[in-house]
């Protein structure tokens, strides 16, 4: 069983700095992909940023140059750095690890339960 497990959310003040952690536990041999994605109310789930195991990374336009993603292979954790926040990322945010190898699977795609952002202007 694969667990992910969000921490770092909360309110915020717009233009703050918030860090978003997230770990994958359980019997892992290895995680390609890690990454954020966010749902607002009333809007569909979008990808924020991804990660590689060989750090090849991927933004959103929205969020490029502001958020950096990162992650430590050896923790199976993954970061997400958000400066200059805006009220219009206000969002729950969800980590996802794709390309899980396990005992059972190679190709495992896990979800957190979500880490909640509200940016006040």
């Known amino acids: 069983q694969v667990r992910l497990v969000e921490s770092g959310g909360g309110l915020v003040q717009a233009g703050g700095s918030p860090r978003l952690s997230c770990a994958a536990s359980g019997s892992i041999y290895g995680i390609n992909a890690m990454g954020w994605y966010r749902q607002a109310p009333g809007k569909q789930r979008e990808l924020v940023a991804t990660?590689?195991?060989?750090?090849?990374?991927n933004y959103a336009v929205s969020v490029k140059g502001r958020f950096t993603v990162s992650r430590d292979n050896a923790k199976n954790t993954v970061y997400l750095q958000m400066n200059s926040l805006k009220p219009e990322d206000t969002a729950m945010y969800y980590c996802n690890a794709n390309g899980v190898r396990t005992p059972l699977t190679s190709r495992g795609d896990y979800w957190g339960q979500g880490t909640q952002v509200t940016v006040a202007s």
């Open positions: 990660i590689t195991s060989g750090g090849s990374t």
